[in-house]
């Protein structure tokens, strides 16, 4: 492919490698301000990161460590598996409904308002976990804690966006999909012993006492990524002005961490840079940060939300991100259900531990996504130097086999009642498949639409969590009406079809992308959002 200018490049398609000098392009460009957070010090970013991750894992313990404990919980309150299941599924309508109320926030208002408010939404549905005696009390309290929780899967993506450069986003998403991974499936292991020594009600206190701790760390710790652009107090020089264009020797991004890597060469969290001043402390860590001269309305954006399924992309990491999760919840309810019956038998504990290989396997996918950044600049070098978005889906094919092979295996070796060592070999195979595809889609939608990724990501956890409520509603009916065997049957067969459609993205999803530039960028215009890229 010839290099062609950025202008004449669909959204996503970057120049990203200089090879007449074997230099590595940052993009998106950075400004000259110190304070954009593409340009902070790979510290500074790190306890940022860090502090979201935090807030990630506990919000995915939030969301799974209940089914864990439906044994007790059916025999000391009498609430029955159905009602267990509505439970649960209402849970992910709370999740797809909340996002349409709090990314509007985050975009107008700036991250840290909206961690900390999602935060303390959380600690007060958990609190009423804890407090659950009535069926009642377990509808309500997972309302609150989805639609508290439902930020979760929109604003890190775009705290992923503020702070990390094109190259370096597969790592910081596969840290993500870690701390998913984490919540999901080990914090259940720790649920179920704590579950069998202190009782059922315990594993919420301790959620409770945990992410207290972790609101607190954020309180003074994670100061706002949302980036206003700033006029310098004088007129930077010709020189300073070029600093725009520095690029990275491949070299070094090569060898050294993401601290080295983050950063912008030259910069110093400590000393002027130009003619813009430091922040101080109190506007660094500002409960608000509202865009100069006013936002989109509120209205408006949730119809730009609804707007952007019109884009492949969107709707492709929409199926994606949601049958990865969807699939995720058959395999929970169904575990929590039918291994505490013969021939298994299992405790709560027991529950608890088969968690443990789906964590395994994600484990493992950890260090194969973090590859794909590597993948990507080898593709990119083949290609001019120029960086396609499709080219992080190459990796995503391993996922699309291995996936719904471990739902398969999971199902029906539980089914007919197999060693339970089966089942376990099952799901974290499902893991480890879940993991790749979920860091490739979510990439690949901050790749082509970095600009707009908040929105965006509304429409995908919107498409997610509905996809994820009516299967979690029709299970019951599914399978009475099928069978275990058969329904696993039929899952794995819709599974492999969902996921196949990675292979005609990686075929036409530039030319998809090229055939709704013109109109992606009037959105752009019409929303007046700045554009990183």
Not at 62 to 85: A, E, F, K, R
Request: aromatic share 12%.
């Amino acid at each position: 492919m010839e290099t062609t200018s950025s202008a004449q490049f669909p959204p996503g398609t970057v120049t990203i490698e200089d090879l007449t000098r074997n230099k590595l392009i940052l993009q998106p460009r950075p400004s000259d301000d110190p304070e954009q957070p593409l340009n902070w010090s790979g510290a500074r970013k790190t306890i940022n990161f860090a502090l979201v991750t935090a807030y990630s894992l506990m919000t995915f313990v939030v969301l799974d460590i209940g089914t864990v404990v439906w044994g007790p919980m059916n025999t000391q309150l009498g609430i029955s598996y159905t009602i267990m299941d509505y439970g649960f599924a209402i849970n992910c309508a709370g999740l797809a409904l909340g996002c349409i109320v709090l990314v509007p926030l985050a975009i107008i208002c700036g991250r840290r308002p909206v961690y900390l408010v999602s935060t303390l939404g959380q600690i007060a549905g958990t609190v009423w976990s804890a407090r659950t005696f009535t069926a009642g009390d377990l509808i309500g309290s997972n309302v609150v804690t989805g639609v508290a929780g439902a930020i979760s899967e929109s604003i890190v993506q775009m705290t992923v966006v503020d702070l990390f450069f094109v190259h370096q986003r597969a790592r910081m998403n596969a840290i993500y999909i870690l701390a998913v991974n984490t919540g999901s499936f080990l914090a259940p292991v720790a649920a179920g012993y704590c579950a069998d020594s202190q009782g059922w009600r315990w594993i919420w206190w301790w959620t409770v006492i945990i992410f207290g701790i972790v609101f607190f760390l954020m309180l003074f710790g994670y100061e706002e990524t949302k980036y206003t652009p700033r006029v310098p107090s004088l007129q930077a020089s010709s020189a300073e002005q070029s600093d725009v264009e520095e690029v990275q020797s491949k070299e070094v991004s090569a060898t050294k961490g993401v601290s080295s890597t983050t950063a912008n060469p030259g910069t110093s969290d400590t000393s002027e840079h130009g003619d813009y001043p430091r922040k101080s402390i109190r506007e660094r860590y500002s409960l608000l940060t509202l865009t100069p001269g006013g936002s989109r309305p509120f209205l408006g954006l949730v119809w730009d939300f609804a707007a952007l399924l019109q884009y492949p992309a969107v709707v492709y990491t929409a199926l994606m991100w949601g049958s990865c999760l969807t699939f995720f919840s058959v395999l929970l309810t169904t575990l929590s259900t039918y291994m505490t019956l013969p021939p298994y038998n299992f405790t709560t504990s027991g529950i608890g531990l088969m968690s443990l290989p789906p964590f395994i396997g994600g484990l493992l996918a950890l260090f194969v996504s973090a590859s794909n950044d590597w993948i990507i600049l080898k593709l990119a070098e083949r290609n001019g130097g120029v960086f396609e978005p499709e080219m992080r889906l190459w990796l995503a094919l391993i996922g699309v086999v291995i996936t719904p092979a471990g739902l398969l295996l999971f199902g029906l070796s539980m089914a007919e009642g197999k060693p339970w060592i089966i089942p376990c070999i099952g799901s974290a195979l499902y893991g480890f498949g879940f993991s790749i595809i979920g860091d490739a889609s979510l990439t690949y939608l901050q790749d082509c639409y970095a600009e707009v990724i908040g929105d965006a990501l509304v429409a995908v956890t919107f498409v997610r969590n509905a996809l994820a409520t009516m299967v979690v509603f029709a299970l019951t009916p599914w399978i009475n009406s099928m069978g275990l065997y058969d329904m696993f049957i039929c899952a794995a067969c819709i599974a492999w079809a969902m996921y196949g459609l990675t292979i005609p993205m990686l075929i036409w999803g530039r030319t998809w992308r090229v055939q709704t530039a013109a109109r992606y960028r009037r959105h752009i215009l019409r929303s007046g959002i700045h554009a990183p890229i």
